[in-house]
């Protein structure tokens, strides 16, 4: 896809006999509990800064998550360290695992294209869902892992995806031009939702295209805990921040299907492209956090959104006219992209004749399609019995192969697949050999490393310390550079990082 | 951890398919709704107070 992505996924826990007051400190257990890796460097971190151009005060905080925590019974002495709190450590596939706000959090090493990203979407899941194995099997206390957006109950956490982008192209451009694209992507990137949150009218929405979105109150903000904004405006780009921005899109629901994370993360890719050539948006939305809510709760399945010029149109339209520019713009690419424009044109035409057959590619129409089986099974219908659809939907997202109810569905085959075990199994424990988490997860795996983060490796190294600066590492492939010798040496590395960061 | 069993994918599943037929525009499987009886009975299993107990603290 010619562009770094990357993946963050909170998953959501569930132990037998914790409160959600004491979950924070079961979950950095749990995370604990997980594989080994180099400290994470929190130097590099600066969440108050706005991408435009100033410096927020504070973050917002959920006052119902305050509630939470004032009421907390954790024993013991609280966490006085970023290291105590967030347990949090680098694996030797460059990825990150740590502890946030009481969920394990999971973030992918950066990709170059789509094929490795899913590889190591999944291979995460794995890897958080072994930790919470080895936690049941160290304190008796049996543990589900979720991976899904909302407790049903008002509380909301992420997965979260990154693009790295051209600085030049203007924020207020960019806002501009991908927010009627984002507000209308839920149409295959939504994973569905039996019922709504916080919009007043809980009971009547009988299921819904997203999980994410009755949580948008803002068009954009640095803030992700409370007043959420469908574009996240904290300015931590991890590369040369006069060459390099991070956009970081917090609006995504986590994904179980393998072609609807790729077609979300393939077609953003695409369209940020554009907006970087200079492509404007199609159309001005009225009111974005009314129109994808208004989308996702839509039942009648006919989409409908406001312009600010007045008019009312699909907005599978809205979804047309980008793909338009973009077949224009991407034919004949590569293959991936190719792939991206087929299965854009092929789900936009299916939602529009006929969603039903999606249940093999999305999330939202499988999980709607499954929940149908069991009321047509049970002779009931969407308004009796919420509670039980609620944990049913539940179900769909929890990680154990032996009772999540997605993984049935994988296996029977009614859901398309776009990696494998060998290829998931690998990312597990190695990076993509194309970026610069290969240069990560290679410093862990021969080196002694003090710490890591997406821009630094500090290396303890004959009685001094050596900082590898991998902030001008990120444009194009490892791959190009000279192959780096299985035995490599400090040296061998800087050598690397050098040519890498001297191209332009 | 138990194995997870997953459908082998296609030799190639980011190529496009081969068919030999019109390649005017994708088309679509014909997908049935899930019915088997492994899906339901697994339905059938879930605590029906799971989401109720289900509480969870905000993240971002």
Not at chain 1, 18 to 45: F, N
Not at chain 1, 61 to 79: I, K, L, W, Y
Not at chain 1, 478 to 492: C, G, H, V
Not at chain 2, 27 to 45: A, F, G, I
């Amino acid at each position: 896809m010619d562009r770094l992505m990357g993946l963050e996924t909170e998953y959501g826990l569930f132990i037998d006999g914790i409160d959600v007051s004491d979950l924070t400190r079961e979950a950095r257990e749990v995370v604990q509990s997980g594989p080994i890796g180099a400290p994470w460097d929190y130097d590099e971190e600066s969440p108050l800064q706005d991408l435009r151009g100033f410096r927020a005060s504070r973050l917002k905080t959920n006052p119902a998550d305050d509630q939470v925590e004032r009421t907390s019974r954790s024993h013991g002495p609280r966490p006085r360290t970023p290291h105590e709190e967030h347990v949090d450590r680098v694996l030797t596939n460059g990825a990150r695992l740590y502890h946030d706000h009481g969920h394990p959090e999971y973030s992918t090493p950066e990709c170059l294209n789509l094929r490795d990203l899913i590889a190591h979407d999944r291979a995460g899941e794995r890897i958080v869902w072994t930790a919470a194995q080895n936690y049941r099997q160290r304190t008796g206390r049996t543990v589900t892992v979720y991976k899904n957006n909302t407790d049903y109950h008002g509380m909301s956490y992420g997965c979260h995806e990154n693009y790295l982008m051209q600085r030049d192209l203007p924020f207020e451009h960019l806002v501009v031009g991908l927010l009627p694209f984002l507000v209308t992507r839920i149409l295959y990137a939504g994973s569905g939702k039996v019922g709504a949150e916080g919009t007043g009218d809980r009971e009547s929405i009988g299921y819904q295209l997203s999980q994410r979105a009755d949580f948008f109150d803002e068009i954009a903000s640095v803030d992700t805990l409370h007043h959420r904004p469908l574009i996240n405006t904290r300015d931590e780009p991890h590369a040369d921040r006069h060459r390099w921005r991070r956009l970081h899109l917090i609006c995504g629901d986590a994904n179980l299907s393998e072609y609807a994370a790729a077609l979300k993360l393939g077609t953003t890719a695409l369209v940020l492209t554009m907006l970087e050539r200079g492509y404007g948006a199609p159309v001005e939305l009225k009111d974005p956090i009314e129109a994808i809510r208004r989308i996702s709760h839509d039942l009648t399945q006919c989409w409908l959104v406001e312009l600010s010029d007045g008019r009312t149109i699909p907005a599978i339209d809205i979804q047309r006219a980008y793909l338009l520019a973009a077949e224009e713009l991407f034919s004949g690419r590569d293959e991936e992209t190719g792939w991206v424009l087929r299965e854009w044109a092929a789900v936009l035409d299916d939602l529009e004749a006929n969603p039903q057959c999606l249940g093999d590619r999305l999330d939202w129409v499988a999980k709607r399609d499954m929940l149908e089986s069991f009321l047509e099974m049970e002779n009931k219908d969407w308004s009796e019995d919420a509670d039980l659809l609620r944990s049913i939907d539940l179900e769909y997202h929890n990680l154990d192969p032996e009772r999540g109810l997605f993984w049935t569905l994988r296996q029977e085959g009614t859901s398309r697949c776009l990696t494998d075990d060998g290829a998931i199994q690998a990312a597990m424990h190695s990076p993509p050999q194309d970026t610069r988490a290969f240069l990560r997860g290679l410093c862990l795996n021969r080196f002694d490393v003090k710490s890591v983060s997406w821009g630094r490796v500090l290396v303890r190294h004959r009685r001094r310390m050596v900082e590898l600066d991998l902030r001008q590492t990120v444009n194009g492939s490892l791959k190009s550079s000279p192959q780096m010798p299985a035995n490599a040496t400090l040296e061998d590395v800087i050598e690397s990082i050098a040519e890498f960061s001297s191209r332009r | 951890m138990p194995e997870r069993k997953t459908q082998p994918t296609t030799d190639q599943p980011w190529t496009k398919p081969n068919d030999g037929g019109d390649e005017s525009g994708p088309r679509s499987p014909e997908v049935e709704r899930p019915n088997t009886r492994d899906l339901l009975e697994r339905m059938k299993r879930v605590d029906p107070r799971q989401a109720r107990r289900y509480r969870q603290r905000s993240g971002e």
